[in-house]
């Protein structure tokens, strides 16, 4: 297994561009979550889906990300438009049960300048 | 709401010192408790985790962690640290009063290893 698969791993972009960030989950993982990680707010829990349906979105920031899950194997965070403080290390985590904890990426860093 | 506290922000220790990480968790019903560990530009990857059954539980690089329902902890400990364990780690629950869909991640511990 390839493991949790997040693209771009680094995304540089100016002040009001929509970004979006992609994430493929282990095959047969039915949960997937969204995090962000930035040095003073630790870990946050963005938004979190079950079989491919939002289950709590209310660690979203603002109006300006949103999430979907169209299949089982592809979800997306979409920042529009993008402001610096959004620059952080997005995560996405899949999950099968709830006695093996969850999957990692390895990350996408965006920088907004 | 669950909720995990890691009581020490940063650790420095020298190499093949012994360490301990603290972990405090909130709830007092049935929980599961996972150690994470994320090495830098990495994600978190999973250290050990405690479920039911004994304690105590030992990760396969020498980490262990012990279930105290009493004083609701789960510290990690290492008898002897490595250079290659600097890293940050994270404790984490489910279960409680938040249920078992979801990980509370407490804000993680940063173990600095020096020669």
């Known amino acids: 297994d390839a493991g949790v698969i997040q693209s771009p791993r680094h995304e540089v972009t100016e002040m009001g561009q929509e970004v979006t960030l992609r994430c493929k989950p282990i095959s047969g993982h039915d949960y997937l979550f969204w995090y962000r990680q930035t040095m003073m707010r630790g870990l946050e829990l963005l938004i979190y889906f079950n079989n491919n349906v939002p289950i709590d979105d209310s660690g979203m920031p603002e109006d300006r990300f949103s999430a979907k899950m169209p299949n089982a194997s592809f979800s997306t965070l979409k920042i529009q438009p993008s402001e610096p403080r959004d620059s952080a290390v997005y995560f996405c985590?899949?999950?099968?049960?709830?006695?093996?904890?969850?999957?990692f990426g390895s990350g996408t860093r965006l920088t907004v300048v | 709401a669950q909720s995990v506290t890691q009581l020490d922000s940063q650790v420095p220790v020298f190499e093949e010192a012994p360490v301990e990480l603290r972990c405090n968790y909130s709830?007092?019903?049935?929980?599961?408790l996972f150690w994470y560990v994320q090495y830098p530009n990495q994600g978190l990857q999973l250290l050990l985790k405690y479920l039911s059954g004994s304690t105590l539980v030992e990760s396969i690089n020498g980490f262990e962690a012990e279930f105290n329902k009493s004083q609701t902890s789960f510290h990690l400990r290492k008898p002897s640290v490595h250079i290659s364990d600097t890293a940050e780690y994270f404790c984490a629950v489910n279960g409680g009063n938040t249920g078992f869909q979801k990980l509370v991640f407490g804000t993680g511990t940063r173990l600095l290893v020096s020669p």
């Open positions: 985590a899949s999950r099968a049960d709830r006695v093996n904890g969850y999957t």
């Open positions: 709830s007092s019903v049935s929980v599961y």
